[in-house]
């Protein structure tokens, strides 16, 4: 399956009120692996951007003011969309945005036709998702990083790529349990370089766990533990466990240990 991780970063609030896209962020991501192919495009939104915004992303008219206009970068940016699963957080929201802008471009266009999103994507949103996962706790994106303990050190204002690469990590922990960290050398390089490596996945061509069984000794030990037990106690919790069948036979546990 091919997803979508995807973030923006606007002039304001709402785009009936006339506000815009200034930042689209975006990462790919198939069969729960990021592909390292990535969507990232600062924008024109042809007006101001609100004071209370860029106190949230940082992003200045002055730093998008030669940036190009969304019917400029709007058939890429959907090309890289088209026909994926979006991830989002707070979705509503983004495609809202991305909706009316689609909409304006088609206004002054017929062809090609672009959008909406959801006739065109599946549409997950993971704030929604996290509400549901955890009722009546707090379901930011920071919150959600904490609670999965996902580093976002280096997160201080928005941005809509830096957040879609977190987000990545977040859906992973919140669809797949836990992930497994890089421990290898070059991740030792970036730890120690100040860098992050991020999340990555096991291969599935890793060496499989050795089986070490139990010494004779081990066994004798395990057993009189047990005796004791028996006769201070009177039973032993261990006797109804499967593969143990009681204190009148010298049989052993059928489970072995992994180390």
Same mark, same amino acid.
């Given at each position: 399956m091919r997803q979508i991780i995807l973030d923006t970063e606007t002039t304001g609030i709402d785009p009936k009120e006339g506000h815009r896209l200034i930042e689209i962020g975006a990462v790919e991501m198939t069969n729960r692996r990021l592909t390292g192919n990535t969507?990232? %495009?600062?924008i024109n939104p042809e007006? /101001? *951007?609100e004071a209370e915004a860029i106190g949230i992303h940082g992003i200045t008219n002055e730093r998008v003011a030669d940036e190009p206009r969304f019917a400029e970068v709007a058939d890429a940016f959907w090309a890289f969309i088209k026909g994926a699963e979006l991830i989002i957080h707070n979705a509503p929201f983004d495609v809202g945005f991305i909706d009316h802008e689609f909409g304006m471009l088609q206004a002054s266009r017929d062809e090609p036709r672009l959008g909406p999103v959801a006739d065109h994507c599946? *549409? =997950?949103d993971t704030l929604k998702m996290a509400r549901d996962k955890h009722p009546g %706790?707090? @379901?930011s994106l920071d919150a959600l990083c904490k609670r999965y303990e996902i580093d976002n050190g280096h997160r201080v204002l928005h941005g809509a790529l830096l957040d879609a690469e977190i987000l990545a990590d977040v859906y992973l922990a919140m669809t797949g349990g836990q992930t497994a960290l890089l421990l290898d050398a070059d991740a030792q390089a970036g730890a120690n370089s100040g860098g992050t490596s991020g999340i990555r996945? =096991?291969? @599935? /061509?890793?060496?499989r766990l050795a089986v070490t069984r139990l010494s004779e000794a081990e066994l004798d030990a395990h057993h009189a533990k047990l005796s004791r037990i028996r006769e201070g106690a009177g039973e032993c919790a261990w006797d109804t466990l499967a593969g143990w069948e009681g204190s009148t036979n010298d049989s052993t546990p059928s489970a072995s240990v992994e180390s």
């Open positions: 969507y990232h %495009q600062y007006r /101001e *951007i599946a *549409i =997950l %706790q707090r @379901n996945r =096991l291969s @599935n /061509e890793r060496p």
